[in-house]
């Protein structure tokens, strides 16, 4: 049996997968559709991204499960799918990853399924009060759990309050690792800080103390986020998370595009490393061409040996 990912992440920077709502854009989703509901209606095309990813060199990949907790489905009349969105995407993202294995034989090394776990789109104590969020987090992490994936990925989180519930939960919940991603916006006064006016060393500690193996930010800007990154590591020793965004979000014809290449977003893994750093990978509007840059230099490189 091989490692755990926290026994991973523990002694190697990892690769993160990239994108996926850019890509199913690229397939043909459309803005009044679900995401997670090509999982039911285009379970191929949401198994061959994955599949992409993996290939790319990613060591984890993340169920296609962001938006399925069920509040979040409820506001779309959607909470009847609640079991069998989060239980199909998982599958998914298990099925690729060994079909993977299968396709490299002795050549594969150690990957894993991360439950994607995104926020309900909910304000506490406005539109939802907090055992509301336990038991969609509680529902959401059980069926993914049961479902068979490795560790939970609670990200682009905008309220630390509710990355806290998050983690809580789903460690009350199941045994498996909870690592746990944070938006920050860089305030006129230069300060890093969550749309909720969280900063950073508060998300760092109210995360730690929750019980998230790792930590981190995704969701904005590389040249941004290096700072926060650089801001966490001077707090912690934990595994740090960093997954930009391919730049800002474009409209055109219709469609969000971002327009950053990897190879642009390439340019700062360095600078990313020696901020601190260690589990890297790309969020919206990044692709499987970004994660094998990634993997070329960071696969299998031990933390001591890299600065």
């Not at 285009?42 to 990949?61: S, T």
């Not at 730690?208 to 707090?235: F, H, P, S």
Request: glycine fraction near 10%.
């Amino acid at each position: 049996m091989g490692r755990s990912i926290t026994e991973l992440a523990a002694k190697e920077y990892v690769v993160l997968d990239g994108g996926m709502g850019t890509l199913l854009q690229a397939q043909g989703l459309s803005p009044s559709e679900l995401p997670e509901e090509w999982n039911i209606l285009h379970p191929d095309i949401v198994k061959g991204i994955h599949l992409d990813y993996l290939m790319a060199g990613a060591q984890i990949i993340e169920t296609n499960t962001f938006g399925g907790s069920s509040v979040k489905l409820h506001a779309k009349g959607k909470e009847y799918l609640v079991k069998e969105l989060n239980t199909s995407g998982a599958m998914l993202a298990i099925e690729a990853l060994k079909d993977y294995i299968s396709a490299q034989g002795a050549k594969a090394d150690e990957r894993y399924v991360a439950g994607s776990v995104g926020p309900t789109g909910k304000i506490f104590e406005m539109g939802m009060t907090i055992d509301e969020a336990k038991n969609t987090f509680s529902q959401q992490g059980a069926l993914l759990a049961e479902a068979g994936v490795d560790l939970f990925l609670v990200e682009t989180m905008l309220d630390v309050r509710e990355a806290e519930i998050a983690v809580k939960t789903l460690k009350k919940e199941t045994v498996l690792p909870v690592f746990a991603s944070v938006v920050f916006n860089r305030t006129a006064k230069g300060e890093y800080r969550t749309l909720f006016g969280n900063g950073v060393s508060e998300s760092v500690n109210r995360l730690i103390d929750a019980g998230a193996q790792a930590i981190g930010t995704n969701c904005g800007l590389i040249e941004e986020y290096i700072q926060v990154v650089r801001e966490m590591r001077k707090l912690t020793s934990v595994p740090l998370l960093l997954y930009p965004n391919a730049g800002l979000p474009v409209l055109q014809n219709g469609k969000t595009v971002f327009n950053q290449t990897p190879r642009y977003l390439i340019s700062y893994i360095d600078e990313s490393i020696k901020a601190g750093a260690t589990i890297i990978g790309g969020c919206c509007g990044t692709t499987p061409e970004y994660i094998r840059l990634i993997a070329e230099r960071i696969r299998g490189r031990m933390l001591s040996n890299m600065s």
